[in-house]
């Protein structure tokens, strides 16, 4: 494993203090591990405020990564790849596999329906 992405799951487990993410997020950190954090998973998380500290503080020891226009194609072949809808899943598989990361996800079944049908080998841990 090179690194690791989450997914929205994760971002709303560390939103709501789950001590399971936060303790794989700590584990990460402690091997010198930044995750990455898709811009579009943080769309699908962020709802701004003061109710979002956790989040903000979470979000402050990950790498943000934006989309550009070949990744956003990468995502688009992916997606009829593995006949996939949710674009935020995609985007997140599409990374791991570039950057082979592991990804860490509430939602196994979407993620592991996108990585099944590209034949990827990546570590999915759940939340």
Not at 7 to 26: E, F, K, P, Q, V
Not at 36 to 59: H, I, K, M, S, Y
Not at 66 to 92: C, F, R, W, Y
Request: glycine share 8%; net charge neutral.
């Amino acid at each position: 494993m090179n690194g690791v992405t989450y997914d929205t799951g994760a971002l709303i487990a560390a939103h709501c203090n789950d001590r399971r993410m936060w303790s794989l997020h700590a584990g990460f950190l402690a091997e010198e591990v930044s995750p990455t954090v898709p811009t579009p998973v943080l769309a699908e998380a962020w709802r701004g405020g003061g109710r979002q500290a956790n989040l903000a503080r979470f979000l402050a020891l990950c790498s943000l990564e934006p989309m550009n226009e070949q990744q956003a194609k990468s995502v688009g072949v992916l997606a009829g790849k593995s006949d996939h809808q949710d674009i935020v899943d995609v985007t997140v598989v599409e990374g791991a596999i570039r950057r082979h990361d592991a990804i860490v996800t509430k939602n196994h079944t979407h993620i592991s329906k996108i990585v099944d049908a590209v034949r990827a080998k990546i570590n999915i841990e759940r939340t």
